[in-house]
């Protein structure tokens, strides 16, 4: 497992921006401990927790939930082991704390599914007002 740690959530308008990231950390990364797929999910007040958006670690696989696409933006800096996410034009149902995820199995492909990632973050925030 890799250690995660979110951060830029915060609260905001409807129909502005805002970018967060998640940092990558701990001892020296090998084999066994780089974040490989790398996704961000998302949990509403009573809600279950929901796919957001993923991206494989060489860049060539990424999508994103139906209803985020065309706003949101993922993507990566593997030198710096951060991911990011661009969010554009918020919609108050886009309200919910934010979870990085990822896998430290390099045979893992990127996936909607919770299951497929061993490492979490512990989740920043994100508030829409109309």
């Known amino acids: 497992q890799v250690q995660l740690e979110e951060s830029g959530g915060g609260l905001v308008l409807a129909g502005s921006s805002l970018s967060l990231s998640c940092a990558a950390s701990?001892?020296?990364?090998?084999?066994?401990?780089?974040?490989?797929?790398m996704a961000w999910f998302r949990q509403a007040p009573g809600k279950e927790r929901e796919f957001v958006a993923t991206?494989?670690?060489?860049?060539?696989?990424?999508f994103y939930a139906d209803s985020v696409k065309g706003r949101f933006t993922i993507s990566r800096d593997n030198a710096k082991n951060t991911l990011h996410l661009q969010m554009n034009n918020l919609l108050p149902e886009d309200t919910a704390v934010y979870y990085c995820?990822?896998?430290?199995?390099?045979?893992?492909?990127?996936?909607?599914?919770?299951?497929?990632?061993?490492?979490w973050g512990q989740g920043t925030q994100v508030t829409v007002s109309s």
């Open positions: 995820a990822a896998s430290t199995r390099s045979w893992i492909v990127p996936s909607r599914t919770q299951g497929t990632y061993d490492s």
């Open positions: 991206m494989s670690r060489s860049g060539t696989t990424i």
């Open positions: 701990g001892r020296a990364f090998t084999t066994y401990t780089m974040p490989y797929a």
